[in-house]
């Protein structure tokens, strides 16, 4: 994986569009050059969402005590697929998530689950105190038959 | 014209569990997915524009479907509620239902057609109001028709309703029997009762009688025989001696050595009599093959020869990989990814290290060439938790907290198959692969087939 | 698994009901006591009423009774096959290797009928 | 985001314009807020451009509330984006979409 582009934002809500804007134009860029045009609307709604969703939960979760938290949005790519990691400080979280119960009319728990949704891989890790959520797709390469 | 395609959940439900893993509304009759009969008669009806309402989960068949371009029709998707009915569904679609008269389809139904017919300027001009019925769903129209003309007394289609997996076999012997040139199948046909389709492997021995429609990446092993009245799905694979009649062999199946197979339904490891609804599950693998092999004996020896193969990987490459491994990882070509991946045993995970050499420069080329990506899991092997050659090890979907049961027989190993045999290491055809070789290997062949999977990643 | 010996035919002859399961984990069961049984006939029926699941090793453990029976100049016949069973027979094609009744009496009758040798 | 309002039938039709996210999610909330439990509403998503689960999490907490206040709530007009998110989380479920806004407001 090639890196591309990294970005930190403070850690505040009013920031999660410049995330979520910037994760829509890179999949556009790399999705140009890698597939099919019907598909592109579609792969780069998938980063717009997810990088939403991720970030919204770095600051949701982001403990009062440091007003000063940033989150690091990070982009990196290979032939294929583009992969983007979102970094915090936060404290460890448990990345496995199941569909919410719709019925009971739940207002929120539907992030992870969405992310897990629309990409193709979520990992999780937790290194120096620091948690990063990567998220792959695969750009789906059409073969014209 | 337009048509409203409404299609109650609580109407599709019974299939679900009988075709686990298709949408309802793709389940393929004669090889071609139900909803695509339909487009083809709103088509044929003079729609532009057709939109699909169901209050089920719509995923699936939006994304085979798409926005219709490539029937040239404009397919929309909306949703209702369980307890809506008819009009409401209307309100609901006001716009898409304002202007134009609108084909109104409600229920799970087949309409019975023939793409010969004229329909378009019938559709025009027939009243408005219920033109057909049925205890399941109906068929009516809105809008005032622009010419005036007499109502036909009987009208050139008909419908059938799917509420039985009895009714489905049915009508698909019905097509398969009568009806095949009045709608579009799929497949090379140069004559009326026989559909082939592409990259289909016939054995000489094997025989195949018409009426018949075989898929796509279908293979009819030695002996085989596929007798009159047959559907047979895309990547099916028939093996030796095993005798096919008047049944439905759908999409993705493996059916195995010396098996009879007369007038069922087999769908994965599903065997579905239609006129009772009985299913038996073929999860025990002997059902799948021939049944007087001893597992036991072979397993053991399959371990040792496994272990003493991955032993002589280890010998052969431990060198290039303590040359290569510090110098790649210096680069930062040597990425690393721990996953969880399901093991044979339900229930029980294994996490392996994931590595992926970028290919940039000699050395990540050598030792890619080596397979030294491959490299710390053969010790696996020599701790039985993989073996050296199997499918390719699933990794733990948390959606899915167990493993598909379509993997009757799933052997996670460091080099799979489908490598192998250079199939694409994605997508079903690699599980159809794999499935047919975790099957038909033996300890010897397995060498052999790792042979050719190093040889082959090399290329 | 209960046997009993019915000496109303001419020969004797084992009357097997099988349990609900015939797999893996106890068709060996089912081949030991076979070999007991052949001692006092070679004739049997097997009265499937209450088997209701049968896989490869539990279909293996039958035939291999049948061949053995074949062996000495008897059979094996089934009687009352569940809809789930008789699938795995026919699916295996072992249904043609059996005489198969619909319920105990008839196969029982039917030893009668014809005259062993 | 931009909230207007306009009154068909017995229903406040609310427009909602641009994004719907968790940084715009609470003001939607608090113009709901600002209104009788007991009026039944019509959202109209035409120019949603975007809406995340904390967007979706908003609508669902309306729905809630009109639910037990025994009034009515219906969106019309879902884009294709805003409806991919109800799809995944099968909260479609939950409400009653309208293609057209006069068609919500009648019954």
């Known amino acids: 994986m090639n890196p591309i582009i990294t970005l930190t934002l403070q850690a505040n809500l009013r920031y999660v569009r410049i995330a979520s804007i910037m994760a829509c134009n890179v999949a556009e860029i790399f999705a140009d050059f890698t597939c099919n045009s019907t598909d592109i609307a579609e792969f780069c709604h998938a980063y717009e969402l997810s990088v939403s969703e991720a970030f919204t939960n770095s600051v949701r979760y982001a403990k009062p005590s440091q007003p000063e938290k940033q989150v690091t949005i990070r982009f990196s790519s290979d032939n294929s697929s583009l992969a983007v990691s979102i970094i915090d400080t936060n404290s460890q979280f448990n990345p496995v998530t199941q569909a919410p119960d719709i019925s009971n009319y739940p207002e929120g728990g539907y992030g992870l689950f969405l992310i897990h949704r629309l990409m193709d891989t979520v990992s999780y890790t937790r290194e120096d105190g620091t948690n990063i959520l990567t998220m792959t797709k695969q750009a789906t390469i059409t073969h014209d038959t | 014209m337009k048509t409203l395609l409404v299609i109650k959940k609580q109407e599709y439900e019974w299939l679900i569990d009988l075709l686990p893993g298709v949408h309802p509304l793709l389940v393929p009759i004669c090889n071609k997915p139900f909803i695509e009969f339909l487009v083809d008669f709103a088509i044929l009806a003079g729609s532009d524009a057709l939109r699909i309402v169901s209050d089920g989960v719509l995923g699936s068949v939006e994304h085979y479907c798409e926005n219709g371009s490539r029937w040239g029709v404009e397919i929309s998707y909306g949703s209702m509620r369980p307890a809506d009915d008819i009009y409401t569904v209307i309100e609901k679609n ?148 095993s005798f096919i009649s008047g049944s439905i062999v759908i999409g993705n199946t493996y059916i195995g050595e010396h098996l009879e ?20 599950v073929m999860e025990d693998p002997h059902l799948l093959t021939a049944m007087t092999q001893s597992r036991v004996a072979g397993a053991l020896l399959r371990r040792v ?9 280890i010998l052969l490459l431990l060198l290039p990989w303590l040359l290569l491994r510090p110098i790649l990882g210096l680069q930062g070509k040597w990425k690393r990814k721990r996953e969880q991946y ?7 995970n294994v996490t392996l290290t994931n590595t992926t050499i970028e290919c940039t420069g000699v050395l990540s080329a050598l030792a890619k060439a080596l397979s030294l990506d491959r490299f710390t899991l053969l010790f696996k092997v020599l701790s039985g938790k993989l073996a050296l050659i199997g499918n390719q090890p699933l990794p733990v979907n948390p959606a899915i907290p167990l493993l598909p049961n379509t993997h009757a027989v799933y052997r996670p190993a460091v080099f799979s198959y489908a490598e192998a045999e250079e199939w694409p290491e994605i997508g079903i055809d ?30 | 698994m209960i046997f009993h010996l019915d000496t109303s035919t001419t020969q004797p002859l084992g009357v097997v009901l099988l349990k609900k399961r015939v797999d893996a984990n106890n068709s060996s069961e089912l081949q030991k006591a076979f070999a007991q049984w052949l001692q006092q006939t070679s004739n049997f029926v097997f009265d499937c009423t209450k088997l209701d699941f049968i896989d490869s090793s539990g279909l293996g453990a039958i035939v291999s009774c049948l061949r053995k029976a074949l062996e000495h100049q008897g059979d094996v016949k089934l009687a009352a096959l569940g809809p789930k069973v008789a699938m795995v027979f026919e699916l295996t094609k072992a249904k043609k290797l059996f005489s198969v009744f619909s319920n105990s009496s008839e196969a029982i009758q039917s030893f009668r009928t014809v005259s062993p040798k | 985001m931009n909230i207007s309002e306009k009154t068909i039938n017995n229903y406040t039709i609310i427009s909602l314009k641009g994004i719907l996210n968790a940084s715009s999610a609470p003001k939607l909330k608090t113009y709901i807020a600002g209104m009788p439990d007991e009026q039944s509403l019509v959202i109209d998503l035409e120019n949603v451009e975007f809406l995340d689960s904390s967007g979706l999490g908003a609508l669902v907490g309306i729905a809630r509330k009109k639910r037990t206040s025994r009034a009515v709530m219906k969106l019309a007009r879902m884009n294709e984006r805003v409806k991919k998110v109800f799809e995944i989380t099968q909260a479609y479920t939950l409400f009653d979409i309208y293609d057209d806004v006069s068609a919500a407001a009648e019954v």
């Open chain 2, 94 to 241: 006001r716009r898409f239902c304002l202007e134009e008269r609108v084909i109104i389809i409600s229920g799970f139904l087949f309409i019975r057609y023939n793409k010969k017919s004229e329909y378009a300027s019938l559709f025009t001009s027939l009243p408005s109001g219920e033109l057909l019925s049925c205890p399941h769903g109906s068929i009516s129209l809105t809008g005032t028709s622009t010419t005036k003309t007499e109502t036909p007394g009987t009208l050139p289609f008909s419908l059938a309703a799917l509420d039985s997996i009895g009714k489905y076999y049915e009508l698909s012997m019905e097509i398969l029997r009568t009806g095949l040139t009045h709608y579009v199948i799929p497949g090379y046909s140069s004559e009326e009762d026989c559909y082939i389709g592409r990259n289909v492997i016939i054995q000489k021995s094997a025989e195949i009688i018409k009426p018949v429609i075989i898929g796509n990446n279908v293979q009819i092993m030695t002996n085989s025989i596929i007798d009159s009245n047959s559907v047979i799905g895309n990547n099916v694979i028939i093996d030796r001696e």
């Open chain 2, 261 to 280: 197979v007369k007038n069922k339904i087999a769908a994965g490891n599903l065997l579905i009599d239609p006129e009772s609804g009985t299913s038996i």
């Open chain 2, 305 to 313: 020869v496994h272990a003493l193969g991955a032993t002589f990987l």
């Open chain 2, 342 to 348: 399901f093991t044979r045993l339900p229930g029980k």
């Open chain 2, 430 to 459: 690699t599980e159809i692969v794999e499935h047919y070789y975790a099957v038909h290997s033996d300890p010897l062949k397995d060498i052999a087939m790792t042979q050719k999977a190093l040889f082959y990643r090399t290329h």
